[in-house]
């Protein structure tokens, strides 16, 4: 699981430079992204979303086991 999130978090664009490159790889330019935008953005808002609900979870998830943890020794 933890080489799988890393595998995807290192093909994750981090400078806009990279957004660009990336987009013109798939065949997105600046005339197809404009249209594109409010199909997008739903898109775009939701995988936000999940990503900081897994964020939130994984948190919670260690916080319980080092609760477990301390409860142990």
Avoid: N
Avoid at 3 to 11: H, R
Avoid at 14 to 39: F, Q, T
Avoid at 42 to 52: D, E, G, Q, R, S
Avoid at 53 to 64: K, S
């Amino acid at each position: 699981m933890v080489a799988l999130s890393l595998g995807l978090a290192a093909l994750v664009p981090k400078c806009p430079m990279c957004l660009a490159a990336y987009a013109s790889l798939l065949g997105i330019g600046a005339g197809l992204a404009v249209p594109a935008y409010p199909y997008l953005r739903p898109v775009l808002y939701t995988l936000a979303a999940l990503a900081l609900g897994a964020m939130c979870l994984g948190r919670l998830r260690l916080a319980r086991q080092r609760a477990r943890q301390a409860g142990q020794r």
